[in-house]
C-alpha cells in the first residue's frame, strides 16, 4: 500500500494507527508538526514511542532529561530520538516551527528512556563497490533487537544516493513496515517496488509493507532519496539484520 497523506487542522499526518488505518503494520506512525513556541506532550499507559526529529530546533524533556535537538532538514545526518516505554511521560518544546515523526506499538515492558543523538547513531556506507555503484546507500539505526531488546520496534533512516538503489536485492520478511519519504529537493522522486507493483515515491510520501512482500527502492538522478524506515517485531519472532529473505531468482545478486 502506497500513499500520499496531507497534514491535517492538527498539523498531524498519520500514516497508519493500530486498530485503525493500516492496522496490519500494528504500528500507530504519524508525522506531527509543530510551530515555534508550542509543546507536544505523551503519557501512554499501554505503548511504547518512538520520536525522531526530521527538521527544526526543540527541547526533549523526560524525567531528568532536558537536551536539546537541531536538524535544519533530515539530509544533514544528525539525528534526534527519545524512545521510551509505556507510563514515561515526555514534552517536546519547539525553539522554531519543527517537524517529527513518532512512531508506537504496544509493549508490556518498561525500560529506562534512551536518547539517541550524532554522536552515538553510527551512520554506514554500502554497496559503493556493489553491483558497479548502483547500490550506493547510506544507512543508520537508532535501534533495533541488538542493542533495544526490550523494544517491539526498529527505527532507522536510509539515505538512497541520487539514481541509486536501495533496500535491495528485492527481498522481504514476515514482520510489517513502513517507510516514509523525503528528497533533498521538493520535486525530487523515486520508484518504491512493493511484489508486482510500482509506485512513486515523492516528499511526505509512504509505503506499507506487508508480510512476505518483496520490496526495494530506487531514486532518480539528480535527487538524494531519504526514509525512515520502521519495523515491528513479531511476538516470539523479532526482525534481525539477518531477516532478509531473497528470492531464488535474485540470490545471484547478494554474491556480487
Not at 497523506?5 to 493500530?18: A, I, K, Q, R, W
Not at 505523551?42 to 531528568?64: K, P, R
Not at 541488538?146 to 514482520?175: C, I, M, R
Not at 531477516?243 to 535474485?250: A, G, I, L, N, Q
Amino acid at each position: 500500500m502506497f500513499e500520499y497523506p496531507s497534514f491535517d487542522s492538527n498539523n498531524v499526518s498519520l500514516l497508519c494507527e493500530m486498530n485503525g488505518k493500516n492496522a496490519d503494520m500494528n504500528m500507530t506512525i504519524y508525522v506531527k508538526r509543530l510551530l515555534k513556541g508550542e509543546t507536544f506532550s505523551i503519557l501512554d499507559e499501554q505503548n511504547e514511542t518512538a520520536v525522531l526529529l526530521l527538521s527544526g530546533n526543540v527541547i526533549f524533556t523526560c524525567n531528568e532529561l532536558k537536551a536539546e535537538g537541531k536538524r535544519e532538514n533530515p539530509f544533514e545526518k544528525k539525528p534526534y530520538c527519545l524512545h521510551v516505554s509505556k507510563n514515561t511521560s515526555f514534552s517536546i518544546e519547539a525553539l522554531c516551527d519543527s517537524e517529527f515523526i513518532v512512531q508506537q506499538t504496544d509493549n508490556e515492558k518498561e525500560f529506562e528512556p534512551h536518547f539517541y543523538t550524532p554522536e552515538n547513531c553510527l551512520y554506514q556506507e554500502f554497496g559503493k563497490g556493489q553491483w558497479g555503484g548502483a547500490g550506493h546507500r547510506i544507512v543508520s539505526t537508532m535501534f533495533d533487537y541488538d542493542n533495544a531488546p526490550y523494544s517491539n520496534l526498529v527505527l532507522g533512516e536510509v539515505f538512497t544516493q541520487p539514481g541509486k538503489w536501495s533496500s535491495y536485492p528485492p527481498h522481504h520478511h514476515p514482520q510489517p513496515e513502513v517507510y516514509y519519504y523525503k528528497f533533498d529537493k521538493p520535486q525530487g522522486f523515486g520508484a518504491c517496488y512493493i511484489g508486482e507493483d510500482v509506485y512513486k515515491s515523492k516528499d511526505g510520501s509512504f509505503c506499507c509493507i506487508t508480510a512476505g512482500k518483496d520490496h526495494q527502492q530506487a531514486a532518480a538522478p539528480g535527487y538524494e532519496m531519504y526514509y525512515v524506515w520502521m519495523i515491528r517485531h513479531i511476538d516470539g519472532d523479532p526482525w534481525f539484520k539477518t531477516t532478509r529473505f531473497v528470492p531464488d531468482e535474485h540470490e545471484w545478486l547478494t554474491h556480487c
